[in-house]
């Protein structure tokens, strides 16, 4: 199981499960038109739930109310399905002229190719953070993504299992490393980390652990081949993670994520690094009884960032009608179409536009806005910051540091030859 098929492009996004893919259309309902004939305009989506396609639907039918010129059609496909084609789909000679996207690098990627429609005049000047502005744009400083919604990570734990043992939340890595000493000695098992077909969980340990230890600058750069895994940067991060792997799960290796996720659910493993859709799928009173705290704190003198993906809209440079497209974005963009697509899809995410309410706020979610909104800086997710194939290099190298710690100077000189072959160099 991944996330909402994933990744939203968070890891997995590269895992593409042939071509089963179950792709729907559906126009948007009729607006009351007068005479003239009707533009058309696809925008094809990764959001195949039930309650996410209507959302995406209803999203479509009331932008046909204020813009009755056009006729947009609806095309979900399934997610790993959508991320391998989305490229062909962009190069197309008639492509869809909007399509479900993230932000950060996996955007930028396209807009280097010149494959995404400049966005800059669909974008508010009012709504959004600096850091979401700026993951927007491309180098230029153009715009060429709409955020619509955010997540955020963390270290997910269950309230009441945290009563019951007598801990309370770390602050600092420490901190960390001695309540998971506690709970071993209490007989349970401090982490959860399923690996058997969500080895890109690997990956939050490893953003988060060099977000903490060597900041955001040099995170970036590293994964834009800018510096090298066998950096002795890098080298610390393993060296502080090699601190918490006796507190993993020793079973996770053979769980699949879901799971690892029942195991975390009953209080069989306490903590689990993971995002807020872990629990999408559990029963109300286990949703009630969740909460989560900031990945610990390592070197204080880092300025702190966090893991918030960002998902949204890309309109395709070749779109057959750029105005109706644009229209559309800046459509998206508004408070009022955010909280409507939230309000329908039921989504556990956070709108990115901050004049937006969420429409089913919890105490879960507002500590995840808050946790964000006072980071110093915004990252997405290691695929999302660098591209599949890097990801497949990490999950390599992490799984096999994992099994074997003492040989982790030949892993990193391993990585960056993976990551390098990656790139084509």
């Known amino acids: 199981m991944s996330r909402r098929g994933f990744l939203a492009g968070v890891g997995g996004l590269g895992v593409a499960s042939a071509l089963s893919a179950c792709a729907t259309s559906t126009p948007a309902a009729p607006a009351a038109t007068g005479s003239g004939s009707s533009k058309a305009l696809l925008l094809k989506s990764r959001e195949t739930s039930d309650k996410s396609r209507k959302a995406m639907q209803a999203l479509l039918d009331e932008f046909v109310k204020a813009n009755p010129q056009y006729k947009p059609t609806l095309n979900t496909m399934e997610a790993a399905a959508f991320q391998q084609q989305i490229r062909a789909d962009l190069t197309l000679s008639t ?251 039921q989504n556990t995410v956070i709108p990115a536009n901050s004049q937006a309410k969420s429409p089913y706020s919890t105490p879960l979610l507002e500590k995840g806005r808050a946790m964000v909104a006072a980071a110093a800086d915004v990252t997405q997710f290691f695929n999302r910051d660098s591209n599949d194939d890097q990801l497949n290099a990490l999950t390599t190298a992490l799984v096999k540091f994992i099994d074997k710690p003492g040989d982790a100077a030949g892993i990193l000189a391993q990585w960056q030859d993976d990551s390098a072959k990656a790139r084509g160099n």
Not at 98 to 105: I, Q
Not at 214 to 236: C, I, M, W
Not at 262 to 279: E, I, S
Request: net charge negative; with cysteine; charged share 20%.
């Open 95 to 345: 492509p869809p002229d909007v399509l479900t996207w993230f932000a950060g690098e996996i955007a930028s990627n396209f807009a280097k190719q010149g494959l995404l429609l400049d966005a800059t005049s669909a974008f508010p000047a009012q709504g959004y953070s600096d850091q979401f502005t700026k993951l927007s744009a491309d180098a230029s400083g153009k715009k060429i993504f709409i955020p619509t919604n955010y997540y955020w990570w963390g270290m997910f734990y269950r309230t009441s299992q945290f009563e019951k043992w007598g801990v309370s939340e770390p602050k600092t890595w420490d901190e960390f490393v001695a309540l998971c000493k506690t709970l071993q000695g209490k007989g349970v098992s401090p982490l959860a980390l399923p690996l058997a077909d969500a080895a890109w969980l690997t990956a939050s340990w490893f953003d988060y652990l060099n977000l903490r230890i060597n900041g955001a600058t040099f995170h970036r750069a590293l994964l834009a081949g800018q510096e090298s895994y066998t950096d002795p940067r890098v080298a610390k991060v393993l060296d502080v993670w090699r601190e918490v792997l006796p507190y993993l799960d020793p079973a996770g290796k053979g769980l699949s994520f879901q799971e690892g996720s029942a195991k975390w659910q009953q209080g069989k493993d306490a903590m689990f690094l993971c995002g807020p859709f872990l629990a999408d799928s559990m029963p109300d009173d286990v949703k009630a009884d969740i909460s989560f705290f900031q990945f610990p704190i390592v070197d204080p003198a880092v300025p702190v960032a966090e893991e918030a993906p960002l998902d949204g809209f890309i309109a395709s440079a070749r779109s057959a009608d750029p105005d109706g497209a644009l229209a559309f974005l800046k459509y998206a963009a508004t408070p009022a179409a955010q909280e409507l697509y939230l309000k329908i899809s």
